[in-house]
């Protein structure tokens, strides 16, 4: 119940309240077209055959959409959402040697971890996969210290393996097979990696994936297969040429990779102290060798001349598990004070930033509604801020407030009996409350900040107005199929060739600039056409207009 309401409170809340981004377009529209189409094989996007990434994102999109019977974005990040959830349920129920008395506090750990937060509240792969990867090591992991060491040991992480490859790529396999080489060989144990259940594991992973290119393959025309297998060979090559390296970007990954594993990434070197500490614990058996392997992926991701902040994501399951079930273990009075006070600081200035924002809020409100004068004062970013806040924004800002003020009293009333009676784990538990306590905080912040900056939401606003329903669909010419703001449209829409813009007629959305240059070049004629809106998003402005239609 505890996990639940953790990840409800963290992952459910605000999911449909901010619009897709382009990288969501990728996953949302193709699942939208496998839908309507019937055609699950290969993904489209933009009109064309996808290959760019596997469709299992795609199809759990799609499936979200089909058991909902709702398409908006809510559904459509829901499954990223239940993919975190599904772990921490995992790490709760699996039996296993390995997480004694560590399950609930691995499971939180993982719910608070940065990477996690972001990347599980959206419509992208990364979250999922990451999830995926963890599955399945920590699976391993599990069975490993119950001494499966047979058949189960390789068969069934190798499902999860399959389908990740499905979700992505390779990534998650080099991560599982570091660290389950790195036990290995810590352990003296190499004459496995020559045992028949790992060889038949491989061939299941790969069978998994080559059942669906055959079928994609089939489906194709001739020569659009090769391009499943080309598109992600020449992605491969790209991020390992020296060539493409750009250091500011790289320092920026690289940084990232470890940033988004915050806050449990600053915690890793007690798992390290506490095997020290205490050598003849069972779990120390397998810190060493998960520290060793965690520390060659990061190499491997950080050497890649075109890496990505993501490409570490597999790793940070076991980040928060690694910690988890060394952190009671670890006896440092100096140190478990530093963090005592770490706590005390956090939960400080998020009840001063609760008062802050409180007091800005009503402040400003008073003032214009005590009299219109005071919005000449008053500068319109504030003001815009000020009327964007929705009820339910206040009140967590008053929940905030409340709840770090309990939380002060809190650590002042126990935090110096804990810190005497070496109680680490306590500590720990607190730390994923002020995660919480923070996340949704910022979140009450961060979303009508959001909200200033839509593009594409006030963009289909507008073309949903110009539209006229006497008409069956809306037009598009030199549109991206891809373009966010097509998500919101409330009318069927579908591309055109230009010979259907100088021939046709209907209600049409183009570039103004193509626009422009059809009627300065007398290509349409300027009496049978009516412009009747635009808008701009980005870089990019665009007209509606209507086409041979008479307008009295």
């Keep these: ?86 772990l921490s349920m995992f790490l709760i129920l699996s039996p296993s040697n390995f997480l004694p008395g560590a399950k609930v506090l691995s499971s939180l750990m993982i719910l608070t971890t940065i990477g996690f937060l972001v990347k ?18 920590i699976l391993w992991l599990n069975l490993y210290s119950l001494k499966r060491v047979g058949f189960a040991l390789w068969f069934f992480p190798a499902l999860i393996l399959g389908l990740s490859v499905l979700l992505k790529g390779p990534m998650a396999l080099i991560f ?123 190499v491997i991701t950080a050497l890649m001349p075109a890496t990505k902040a993501r490409y570490f994501m597999p790793a940070y399951p076991i980040v928060a598990v690694l910690v988890a079930v060394n952190i009671a273990n670890f006896a440092n009075d100096k140190a478990l004070k530093a963090w005592a006070w770490t706590l005390k600081i956090s939960a400080a200035l998020l009840f001063a930033a609760s008062i802050i924002c409180l007091c800005a809020y009503s402040g400003t409100s008073a003032l214009l509604k005590i009299s219109p004068r005071f919005e000449n004062i008053i500068p319109s970013p504030v003001k815009l801020v000020v009327f964007s806040f929705s009820p339910y924004d206040i009140f967590i800002m008053a929940l905030g407030f409340s709840a770090a003020l309990f ?40 979303v009508p900040f959001g909200r200033l900056k839509e593009k594409d939401r006030p963009a289909a606003k507008i073309i949903n107005r110009s539209f006229d329903s006497s008409f069956h669909e809306l037009k598009l010419f030199n549109v991206g199929l891809g373009e966010p703001f097509l998500f919101y449209l409330n009318m069927p829409y579908r591309a055109v060739g230009r010979d259907e813009v100088l021939k046709g007629k209907g209600i049409f959305l183009l570039p103004s600039e193509t626009y422009g240059d059809l009627v300065k070049n007398g290509e349409i004629d300027n009496n049978s056409v009516r412009a009747v809106s635009s808008f701009k998003r980005k870089k990019m402005e665009y007209s509606i207009i209507r086409i041979g239609i008479q307008v009295y």
């Excluded at 901010?18 to 055609?39: H, Q, S, W």
Aim: positive net charge; proline residues 5%; glycine residues 4%.
């Design 1 to 86: 119940m505890l996990i639940f309401l953790f990840w409800a409170l963290l992952y459910l809340p605000r999911l449909s309240e901010t619009e897709l981004d382009y990288d969501e377009g990728r996953r949302v529209f193709p699942a939208i077209t496998m839908l309507k189409t019937g055609d699950w094989a290969v993904p489209e996007f933009e009109g064309e055959k996808y290959f760019r990434k596997p469709p299992l994102m795609n199809w759990l999109i799609a499936s979200s959409f089909k058991a909902t019977g709702i398409t908006n974005e809510f559904t459509a990040r829901l499954p990223s959402a239940l993919s975190v959830l599904a």
């Design 120 to 137: 599980c509240r959206t419509a992208e792969i990364d979250g999922i996969y990451s999830v995926f990867g963890g599955l399945a090591i």
């Design 176 to 298: 599982f097979y570091i660290c389950a080489g790195s036990v290995l060989i810590c352990r003296n144990k190499t004459k496995m990696f020559l045992s028949p259940s790992l060889i038949i594991s491989f061939a299941l992973i790969f069978l998994i994936f080559f059942s669906w290119y055959y079928f994609a393959s089939s489906g194709s025309p001739n020569g659009e297969s090769a391009k499943i297998l080309g598109t992600w060979s020449s992605e491969i090559i790209y991020r390992l040429n020296p060539e493409n390296i750009d250091f500011s970007k790289w320092i920026r990954n690289v940084l990232g990779s470890l940033l988004a594993c915050l806050p449990w990434i600053l915690f890793l070197p007690l798992a390290r102290k506490s095997s020290r500490t205490d050598p003849s614990n069972a779990n120390n058996d397998l810190t060493i060798p998960l520290l060793k392997a965690l520390t060659v992926f990061f």
């Design 407 to 446: 939380y002060l009293l809190f650590i002042q009333k126990h935090i110096h009996r804990d810190c005497a009676a070496r109680n680490s784990q306590k500590l720990a538990f607190l730390s994923c409350l002020c995660v919480l306590a923070f996340a949704i905080f910022a979140d009450a912040y961060a």
